[in-house]
């Protein structure tokens, strides 16, 4: 059963923005504001909360924006919170803070250079590393499904079809225990990587993601993807991660938990953003006077400026940017420094990984959609992450309750 404020946070979560329409019953009442609809009657008793008018069958209607004051003043003895709910997760996977970044109590500056990418999902997932490199039988359905596809399909939308061939092949796909999560998401990312033309498995040894994409992403030297890889392994509950939990919470297998991650980081405020970024650095070395007046004068940060959680620095983009250092053109970095100081200074818009991904695109004259290529590869380390951390919560406890704002029902008679 549903605690009270489990209820609020369910109502509250999907709670329309139009504070002067909304009107909520008063079960929706003592749901939104944690407490027993004979609290509710004690508020209306004393004078705390005035009904708006009263309806056959369905009591007193109550306005939203009232219900709401009532919480912001403390009145209620709930505690007041933004119109945007924070009804965080608890996770031991990923710690983000202003200007850091720590996977399991591990700082990513620690990681970077020292750990493989391998090692670091190991670390994430909880699972040592193990067999998961496609068959050769799988390696050639893929090639066949891949053929099968327009020359324009874009990596993500392969690598969708990469997830799908992976769960059909795989015979204990409903095998949701840890380790088979672990083996499903490895098994996954090569798969993936392994649909970006020229990709190929290393001949010798266990294959390794960074090794997987260099074959493709040439000139980029592995040991800087492996770095990148490591950097954009995970990053809290991202929309993203969000969606792989709700769909272990649904009951999904793993492979389907991964598709669900892919289709919420497609997208120009996720994955896809390096997109933008890559397109607005070419225009920001060409002409960055004119550039940076346009970011000045704009509401909004450009693309590869800005984060909701790091206001001091994102440590991923900087690790990033000292390791393209020794290699990058005087002219380039002069640039790229003026707009990270100057954004920062003037709007407090942070330099992000978007940009340091984007200027390594530029520097290695790789595919456009590299960057997003790379992002969601690594990203399958943390969304196995999560999927199995998930496995020990309760199932479906992300389903919402919608808070009906629109027309009350007229009588339970034909109309």
């Known amino acids: 059963m549903r605690s009270a404020e489990q209820s609020s946070r369910e109502v509250a979560a999907s709670g329309p923005t139009d504070e002067t329409t909304g009107e909520l019953t008063t079960g929706q009442v003592a749901d939104y504001l944690g407490v027993k609809v004979q609290t509710v009657y004690a508020y209306v008793s004393r004078g705390v909360l005035t009904p708006i008018r009263r309806e ?10 009232d219900v709401r004051a009532l919480v912001d003043g403390g009145r209620s003895g709930r505690r007041g919170r933004t119109t945007a709910p924070r009804d965080d997760l608890r996770t031991t996977i990923t710690e983000v803070t202003p200007g850091a970044l720590a996977y399991r109590g591990h700082d990513i500056t620690r990681l970077v250079g020292t750990h493989s990418f391998e090692e670091v999902r190991a670390l994430l997932t909880g699972s040592p590393e193990a067999d998961g490199a496609p068959t050769a039988q799988e390696r050639a359905e893929l090639t066949q499904l891949m053929a099968a596809l327009p020359a324009r399909t874009p990596p993500l939308d392969r690598f969708k079809h990469a997830v799908l061939l992976a769960a059909t092949t795989d015979v204990g796909r409903q095998d949701r225990s840890p380790s088979a999560i672990a083996r499903a998401g490895r098994r996954a990312a090569l798969l993936m990587a392994l649909t970006l033309p020229a990709a190929r498995l290393s001949p010798e040894g266990t294959p390794t993601l960074a090794a997987t994409l260099a074959t493709a992403l040439h000139p980029l030297p592995a040991d800087l993807l492996d770095a990148v890889l490591v950097l954009l392994a995970d990053h ?8 792989v939990r709700v769909a272990v919470s649904s009951g999904a297998d793993a492979y389907s938990a991964l598709l669900a991650g892919l ?3 497609d997208s120009p405020h996720h994955v896809a953003a390096s997109l933008q970024a890559v397109d607005w650095l070419s225009r920001a070395l060409r002409g960055p006077q004119e550039l940076l007046d346009e970011a000045l004068a704009g509401e909004r940060p450009p693309p590869g400026f800005g984060h909701l959680v790091y206001t001091e620095q994102d440590p991923r983009a900087q690790l990033l940017l000292d390791l393209l250092r020794p290699d990058c053109p005087e002219e380039e970095w002069a640039v790229v420094r003026l707009f990270e100081q100057e954004l920062l200074d003037r709007r407090g818009w942070v330099l992000n ?3 340091a991904v984007a200027l390594v695109v530029r520097r290695f004259g790789l595919p456009r959609h590299a960057g997003a290529a790379v992002f ?18 309760p199932a479906m406890r992300f389903r919402l309750r919608g808070l009906y704002s629109g027309p009350r029902r007229m009588g339970r008679g034909r109309p």
Request: a negative charge; proline letters at 2%.
């Open 56 to 65: 056959p069958g369905t009591g007193s209607l109550f306005r939203l924006g």
């Open 236 to 243: 809290d509950l991202a929309v993203s991660t969000t969606a």
């Open 263 to 265: 289709a919420a980081s």
């Open 353 to 355: 990984i978007d940009l």
């Open 376 to 393: 969601a590869c690594a990203r399958t380390a943390g969304w196995v992450a999560h999927a199995i951390e998930e496995l020990e919560e």
